[in-house]
């Protein structure tokens, strides 16, 4: 007779609780810690479904997110997803911001499009550094999922599944276009394009600016300091690493 940790510390001991089965043994994976400082260093993108008239087919939506300014940088609906279109997707982004790829890196899940063949060759031979999400650990690309929850979310997402691709794609078109030019909370509410132009520092100056005469104007109305409008010079995939980045600039 014996308690339950009394049998697991014996089988510890004779090394009996090991991996047993002929599938490789998981391994642990480090969570990513990477830090962009600047437009075009680092971008998420991921795959979300967009119902359709059609019951279990779903529109597929690719999106490539600047995770600095928040910016949609690349976008398309198609009927059906692979690596192929993801890298297609790609090479017209980095058409639209006019860069090479080198250097950059690009976060993404494990989904099969995003470790195929077409688009790991792609990467490799741009000189884009790949970087992956744990398995099933939806915070390692948070960014993208918040944008995808704000996407769904809007009220002026159909209530009903949309009636053809073209009419999926002049919808997502017409969202991009409000999201980049909509003040975000994320980045001291200047807009993504604002951010991603590298605009925000004067803007942000204005805003101290308004308040500080406000204040001087009628300071009984104001209890506490006015409100920060700091620059946020740097974004973590990580949210534990940005609020350590936030706490020690301080």
């Known amino acids: 007779m014996a308690s339950e940790s009394t049998f697991y510390r014996l089988l510890r001991k004779e090394n009996l ?9 998981p391994q642990r994976r480090q969570k990513v810690e990477t830090i962009a400082t600047g437009p075009n260093q680092v971008w998420c993108w991921d795959i979300t479904n967009l119902r ?8 597929k939506l690719y999106v490539f997110e600047d995770l600095y300014s928040r910016k949609i940088v690349g976008w398309d609906v198609l009927e059906s997803e692979n690596d192929g279109d993801g890298v297609d997707i790609f090479n017209r982004a980095l058409s639209s911001e006019r860069i ?16 195929g063949a077409s688009m790991l ?18 915070n390692d690309n948070a960014f993208i999922e918040a944008l995808f929850k704000t996407l769904k979310y809007v009220p002026q997402y ?41 605009e925000d520092q004067k803007i942000l100056e204005g805003r101290r600016a308004v308040y500080q005469e406000a204040k001087n104007k009628n ?23 940005a609020r350590l980045i936030n706490t020690t600039s301080l």
Not at 100 to 112: Q, T
Not at 160 to 173: D, G, M, T, Y
Not at 219 to 241: G, H, I, M
């Open 121 to 138: 060759a792609k990467l490799l031979q741009l000189g884009v550094r790949p970087s992956f999400s744990r398995p099933s650990v939806s």
């Open 100 to 115: 090479s790829g080198k250097g950059l890196r690009i976060h993404s899940d494990n989904g099969n499009p995003m470790r």
């Open 17 to 25: 609780i090991t991996h047993r089965l002929r599938s490789k043994k």
């Open 158 to 198: 159909p209530s009903k599944p949309f009636r053809s691709l073209e009419h999926a794609k002049q919808w997502v078109e017409s969202f991009v276009i409000w999201y980049n030019t909509r003040r975000h909370s994320g980045i001291n509410y200047v807009t993504p394009l604002e951010k991603h132009n590298q």
């Open 52 to 59: 359709s008239l059609v019951n279990g087919f779903f529109y």
């Open 219 to 241: 300071p009984n109305r104001w209890v506490l300091k006015t409100r920060e409008w700091k620059v946020v010079e740097s974004t973590s995939l990580s949210p534990y690493a």
